[in-house]
């Protein structure tokens, strides 16, 4: 099935806008947007003739001022697949997915729009990936990246067999000032074991996957963080050490251990000590890294059981299971002290959040 679609970050409930290719166009109000792409279902040439009208066909769906992905070209006498989810807000893009069959082609300088002074960032997440720059060539491997401006060269990535990847786009003047300089680059290899771009590919996975940035607050500080990590990763490249703790590695750092104790909450031992050793930092910095946002690692813990248990209350497809072996599931060990917590977040007793949520013809506990 082909389809594209954008959905409004202003209200991550509501369904993403589909429309099929010979559809008009719908524009979506606000300055943040979510695309998607596929073309699975699609016949060889109809496959093609929609990967190559791609960015022209973005152009008209999103809101102005936000810049289209960059343009795909399908390669001859290759399986052509694409699948893309975009993430656009005013001074950053987000694009990840898989590619087969195609030639990323950025737009070279003097044919970007609005986007002409750019910084890009291409990871390879799996798969590989061949970089062209006149006459230089990169290869990518799982994990590698490549960042680069825009240029009268241009540049291209090619993708002969599935390639996983993550694309960043941002405005160059602010991550320059974060370096006090950034001059026009060329395409610049960074190395998989590269800290900065481990850290950001979680924070723009984030970004791009996640978290619904409904606020204008919100999305400036995701913007602010991924110039800092932009320009964590080029100093790593000159060998610099400015900026290397700065706020943008805390807060992808602070993330990546939110992001593990979510994965963990069931777990009614988790600790600071365990979390830390499976992020490779000791347990004082987890504790300091909470501090800086003025919370606690288990202020933290505590409030994502609780809503973890408020939303499987809220399910009526768990309308069968007790409230006790909810709270057990999330991580709760002492029921007394669960309920207790419980009233004094939302106001309500387990069993009341229940019965507000349930049909009448579901069983109440």
């Known amino acids: 099935m082909f389809w594209t679609g954008v959905n409004s970050c202003s209200n991550v409930q509501k369904a993403t806008i589909l429309m099929p290719a010979t559809r008009g166009v719908m524009p979506v109000p606000d300055s943040c947007a979510t695309f998607r792409f596929s073309t699975t279902g699609l016949s060889e040439p109809a496959r ?92 990518l491997r799982d994990g590698d990246a490549l960042f680069w401006t825009r240029s ?25 000032a974060l370096l006090g ?22 924070y723009a996975r984030g970004i791009g996957e996640s978290v619904p940035l409904a606020t204008p607050e919100l999305q400036r500080l995701a913007i602010s963080h991924m110039h800092d990590l932009m320009a964590a990763i080029i100093a790593a490249t000159r060998g610099g050490r400015a900026i290397a703790e700065g706020r943008g590695i805390a807060a992808a750092r602070l993330r990546a251990i939110m992001i593990d104790i979510r994965a963990h909450l069931g777990d009614g031992d988790l600790s600071v000590a365990e979390v830390a050793q499976r992020q490779r930092m000791t347990p004082r910095y987890v504790h300091k890294l909470f501090e800086n946002e003025r919370f606690t690692f288990s202020s933290f813990v505590r409030d994502q059981r609780l809503a973890c248990v408020h939303r499987m209350l809220s399910d009526p497809r768990l309308a069968d299971r007790t409230i006790g072996s909810i709270a057990f599931d999330a991580g709760f060990g002492d029921l007394s002290y669960f309920n207790r917590t419980f009233r004094r977040r939302y106001g309500a007793t387990p069993g009341e959040i229940r019965h507000s949520t349930l049909k009448p013809d579901h069983p109440r506990r």
């Open 48 to 139: 093609a003739e929609a990967v190559r009208y791609l960015h022209e066909r973005e152009r008209t769906i999103l809101p102005a001022g936000l810049e289209p992905i960059e343009p795909l070209v399908p390669l001859p006498d290759r399986p052509l697949h694409v699948d893309v989810v975009k993430r656009t807000l005013p001074g950053l893009a987000v694009v990840s997915g898989t590619l087969s069959g195609v030639c990323h082609a950025p737009r070279p300088k003097g044919a970007a729009g609005q986007g002409e002074d750019d910084l890009l960032l291409a990871v390879n997440v799996s798969g590989r990936s061949l970089a062209r720059q006149r006459d230089s060539e990169l290869s």
């Open 152 to 176: 009268l060269a241009g540049i291209g990535i090619t993708r002969f067999t599935p390639a996983g990847f993550l694309g960043c786009r941002v405005a160059r003047a602010e991550v320059g």
């Open 181 to 202: 300089r950034l001059d026009e680059a060329p395409m610049c290899f960074v190395p998989r074991d590269t800290e900065a771009l481990q850290l950001l590919i979680i």
